[in-house]
């Protein structure tokens, strides 16, 4: 018997990264995982990786703008169909905002508050209805330290991450005040070794074990996270051994929030 043995998950953004760790880990802890992700190929063969391990029903994919009313309409049917019901969300689909308060764009901005924000909304209405259905249930919004800690060069990136932060606990009182066994939790990581870190290295001209380098020397540990590092603590927040937490922030940072 595995931690989640008979949950049902659906996790956005799950091409590759922390949505396809959080998949794989949900899914050899022995929950039901269907994979979302725009990227419609990549993420049906991720799908097809976990079946060729675990055994064929254990995973489905499906291509998903997590902007999209529609989309989401499919996705929860598809949970239904295939899974039969639907007892965890990861909404995890989530992208970088480029420029400090003067370089960054509205474009950028309203863009980046549709994937990171729009996204987690759409999601939790959604899925509610057929998580009542599948009590026990857990939402689990990821974040970022940056949601809880500001900088100066990334005001879209931290308003958007704030806000998922926030919405959490207004779902998280809902479900509570409505009497239902639904928690709602967020995750805050800090630097992790996913291919997001391809791109910065790529973009600033240098190679990516000196940009490695540099983000480990600001964070207490001394090292940027792995996927592993964060999907630990999904796999907690999905399980029954977290049934007392909700409308609370999990910090996964290295320590970098203590200082």
């Known amino acids: 018997m595995g931690r989640v043995t008979g949950k049902k998950a659906l996790i956005t953004g799950a091409a590759q990264g922390l949505g396809a760790a959080d998949a794989w880990m949900l899914a050899r802890e022995g929950a039901k995982v269907l994979l979302t992700d725009i990227q419609g190929n990549e993420v049906a063969e991720q799908a097809a990786a976990i079946n060729a391990e675990l055994g064929a029903g254990t995973a489905f994919a499906m291509a998903h703008d997590v902007t999209n009313p529609d989309h989401w309409d499919a996705a929860i049917a598809l949970a239904a169909a295939e899974m ?18 003067e370089t960054c764009t509205l474009e950028d901005w309203q863009r980046g508050f549709a994937i990171n924000v729009d996204s987690v909304f759409l999601g939790c209405q959604k899925a509610i209805p057929l998580m009542r259905d599948n009590q026990p249930g ?45 928690r709602c939790n967020s ?17 600033a001209g240098v190679e990516k074990d000196v940009v490695m380098g540099k983000l480990a020397r600001q964070i207490p ?18 399980s029954d051994e977290s049934r007392f937490m909700t409308g609370a922030e999990l910090k996964l940072d290295g320590g970098i929030s203590a200082m």
């Open 221 to 238: 540990l001394g090292r940027v996270g792995e996927p592993n590092d964060i999907a630990n603590g999904v796999l907690y927040l999905a």
């Open 84 to 101: 039969g019901g639907l007892s965890v969300l990861v909404n995890n689909a989530g992208v970088g905002v480029r420029g400090d308060i």
């Open 138 to 182: 857990s939402i689990i919004n990821i974040s970022s330290i940056a949601g809880l800690i500001a900088s100066h060069t990334m005001p879209g990136y931290n308003a958007s991450k704030a806000a998922v932060w926030m919405l959490t606990k207004s779902v998280a009182l809902y479900c509570a005040k409505k009497g239902w066994d639904i």
């Open 187 to 203: 995750v805050h990581p800090t630097f992790v070794d996913t291919p997001i870190l391809d791109g910065i290295s790529a973009n």
